[in-house]
């Protein structure tokens, strides 16, 4: 029995296109109500949306969707300005903008549920979104494709929490969950959530038959202590705030792990021109840069008879070998009128977690004038995400 709660009248249910798939931050929390729509409009509003023939629209300019709110909001305009793709708005309060190092971009700031659902109508092309998002209101598109799937901010999980006292103090799973008998047709499991596709989907594969489904708007964490759900199932990053609202998670009980996502038509890419070297560039200058987080360039000399005989002591050493291998290069110097190269200098790449260790380690085999510097991009002969992009897409 899956019943979900809302209070509409003389209105049917229209569903919106919504995807699962195979948000530097916390999410920003997912609201939503079950969308209606009443009948007599339903042609009018795929008629605005274009989807009534499926075609694209012949606008020739290429649509990027960026959250237009909140810690998403700004997490997204920080990283594509650390990729030297700073987006330039005339007024703040428009809600259309430009980057200008790609001509040919619009950049439009829309909710994220609305960019999913805009690039399944064709209005956008590219868009930003965590992947909570993506998966609550795509349901499955195969229009719809993840060209970048780590973007490493917007960290959070959906996921189930119940009381931590009550019928629940001992309940620690979603297999105790399953088992209570507390649960019929009469008096089903009551959850409150804004992820009405889902929640359903994550309980039927979970054995839990009897449950009801309602949306609230605020924070959902107060329902269960109200008397209006018995549980809930929402976006938690640190869980700070169910942990002082006395609830808990449960093994089991996490929907899935979300973070910001590059998101992409599939119709755009093929069919729009432009379209696709434009996600190829966006897609490049993101690899290079979340490549090259926390990662640093050493450069140290070393005396040594022989290129050979300083590779063959850096080598040595675990934490010296850089991303392809250390780079060898001799260093000349004047002596006696001569021109002579007693040292060599080595350039690697190490980690920030290794850094101190890898500097011990050189300065060990002899290294000296250890240089330290940053890196903000590190750009390979070609992206793997790209190449995979391009087999998606059967080109």
Same mark, same amino acid.
């Given at each position: 029995?899956?019943?979900?709660?809302?209070?509409?009248?003389?209105?049917?249910s229209?569903?919106?296109p919504?995807?699962?798939?195979?948000?530097?931050?916390s999410?920003?929390?997912a609201r939503?109500?079950?969308?209606?729509?009443?009948s007599s409009?339903?042609t009018q509003?795929?008629?605005l949306n274009?989807t009534?023939d499926g075609?694209?629209s012949?606008?020739?300019?290429i649509?990027?969707?960026?959250?237009?709110?909140?810690?998403?909001?700004?997490?997204t305009?920080?990283?594509?300005?650390d990729?030297q793709?700073?987006v330039?708005?005339?007024?703040p309060?428009?809600?259309?903008?430009?980057?200008?190092q790609?001509?040919g971009?619009?950049?439009?700031f829309?909710?994220?549920?609305?960019?999913v659902?805009?690039l399944?109508?064709?209005?956008?092309?590219?868009?930003? &979104?965590? *992947?909570?998002?993506?998966?609550?209101?795509? %349901?499955?598109s195969?229009? #719809?494709?993840i060209? +970048? @799937?780590? !973007?490493?901010?917007?960290?959070?999980?959906?996921?189930?929490?119940?009381?931590?006292?009550?019928?629940?103090?001992?309940?620690?799973?979603i297999?105790?969950l399953?088992r209570?008998?507390?649960?019929?047709?009469e008096?089903?499991?009551?959850?409150?959530t804004?992820?009405?596709?889902?929640?359903?989907?994550?309980?039927?594969?979970?054995?839990?038959?009897?449950?009801?489904?309602s949306?609230?708007?605020?924070?959902?964490?107060?329902a269960?202590?109200?008397?209006?759900a018995?549980a809930i199932?929402?976006?938690?990053?640190?869980?700070?705030?169910?942990?002082?609202?006395?609830?808990?998670?449960?093994?089991?009980?996490?929907?899935?792990?979300?973070?910001? &996502?590059? *998101?992409?038509?599939?119709?755009?890419?093929? %069919?729009?021109k432009?379209? #696709?070297?434009?996600? +190829? @560039?966006? !897609?490049e200058?993101?690899e290079?840069?979340l490549?090259?987080?926390?990662?640093?360039?050493?450069?140290a000399?070393?005396?040594?008879?022989?290129e050979?005989?300083v590779?063959?002591?850096?080598?040595?050493?675990?934490?010296?070998?850089?991303?392809?291998?250390?780079?060898i290069?001799?260093?000349?110097c004047?002596?006696?009128?001569?021109?002579?190269?007693?040292?060599y200098?080595i350039?690697?790449?190490?980690?920030k977690?290794?850094l101190?260790?890898s500097?011990?380690?050189?300065?060990?085999?002899?290294?000296?004038g250890?240089l330290?510097?940053p890196?903000?991009y590190?750009f390979?002969?070609?992206?793997?995400?790209?190449?995979?992009l391009?087999?998606?897409l059967g *080109?």
């Amino acid at each position: 029995m899956w019943t979900l709660t809302a209070n509409f009248q003389h209105c049917s249910s229209f569903p919106i296109p919504s995807i699962s798939t195979t948000s530097r931050s916390s999410c920003s929390r997912a609201r939503s109500k079950p969308t209606l729509i009443c009948s007599s409009l339903q042609t009018q509003v795929e008629t605005l949306n274009g989807t009534l023939d499926g075609r694209l629209s012949e606008r020739t300019e290429i649509r990027f969707g960026l959250p237009s709110k909140g810690r998403m909001a700004s997490d997204t305009l920080d990283l594509l300005k650390d990729c030297q793709l700073s987006v330039k708005q005339v007024n703040p309060r428009q809600y259309v903008a430009k980057i200008p190092q790609i001509s040919g971009l619009e950049v439009w700031f829309q909710r994220p549920k609305d960019i999913v659902r805009k690039l399944l109508s064709g209005d956008l092309d590219l868009g930003i &979104v965590g *992947l909570d998002t993506v998966s609550e209101y795509g %349901q499955g598109s195969e229009d #719809l494709i993840i060209v +970048h @799937e780590a !973007l490493e901010y917007g960290d959070c999980r959906l996921s189930l929490a119940i009381p931590k006292y009550g019928i629940f103090e001992n309940i620690n799973s979603i297999r105790d969950l399953s088992r209570m008998p507390h649960w019929t047709e009469e008096k089903p499991l009551r959850v409150a959530t804004g992820f009405t596709h889902l929640g359903p989907k994550f309980f039927r594969e979970n054995g839990l038959e009897h449950v009801s489904f309602s949306t609230a708007d605020g924070a959902l964490e107060a329902a269960p202590a109200m008397g209006i759900a018995d549980a809930i199932l929402d976006l938690v990053s640190s869980g700070t705030t169910l942990k002082e609202n006395n609830l808990k998670e449960i093994e089991g009980g996490v929907v899935l792990e979300s973070q910001a &996502v590059l *998101l992409a038509s599939r119709k755009s890419l093929i %069919q729009r021109k432009g379209a #696709l070297d434009t996600t +190829h @560039e966006i !897609l490049e200058r993101l690899e290079a840069h979340l490549k090259a987080v926390d990662q640093f360039a050493v450069t140290a000399n070393m005396r040594g008879n022989s290129e050979q005989e300083v590779v063959e002591r850096v080598l040595s050493q675990p934490s010296l070998a850089g991303l392809q291998g250390p780079t060898i290069s001799p260093v000349f110097c004047k002596r006696d009128g001569k021109t002579v190269a007693d040292y060599y200098a080595i350039v690697i790449c190490v980690p920030k977690k290794l850094l101190y260790k890898s500097v011990k380690q050189l300065r060990a085999i002899g290294g000296s004038g250890v240089l330290i510097s940053p890196l903000t991009y590190i750009f390979d002969e070609e992206t793997p995400r790209w190449n995979q992009l391009l087999k998606e897409l059967g *080109l």
